[in-house]
């Protein structure tokens, strides 16, 4: 099942999921290290910036999706955008539609809040890009990441 839940009712059952994010996904991991910032998350929930999506299972959480909604620089007449800030699943779960489940509820819930637009990213190591496009996301931006520290 995924739902909207609030940081202050989810972030004691992220932080053992964390590590596994990290593990799986994490990039530069002998430079840079896992350091959630949870007071800088727990302001963003205050002033209406976190938006997060859960994934339970016999209400045990298995995995979320977490953006920050703001208005866009760039487009401050447009209404706010969400980006994606990260989102993982337990590899246990990810079988049975879990994935589409989540975003869909992304979607559904960023519309109800009157988001404009929504930006997802994966990692080239693990690309979604078929889960995304199936679910209708267009293939925009590509990225690009230089480590400047430890070089």
Known sequence: ???YERWENCVDEMRPIWR???????????????DMDEERYKN??????????????????????????VPHMH???AGEMALADMYYILPA???????VKMFKEVERTL???GVTRGHMSCKVHQDHQAL???LGWEFTDKTF???????
């Not at 596994?20 to 896992?34: A, F, M, S, T, Y």
């Open 1 to 3: 099942m995924a739902q």
């Open 20 to 34: 596994h994010h990290w593990n799986e996904l994490g990039l530069d991991r002998g430079v840079i290290k896992q």
């Open 44 to 69: 963003m929930q205050s002033s209406g910036v976190l938006h997060i999506i859960t994934v339970r299972a016999d209400g045990k959480l298995v995995g979320y999706c977490i953006c920050f909604v």
């Open 75 to 77: 487009y401050k007449s």
């Open 93 to 99: 779960y990810r079988v049975g539609g879990a994935g």
């Open 111 to 113: 519309r109800n809040r």
């Open 132 to 134: 995304f496009e199936r």
């Open 145 to 151: 990441s230089k480590l400047f520290k430890g070089n």
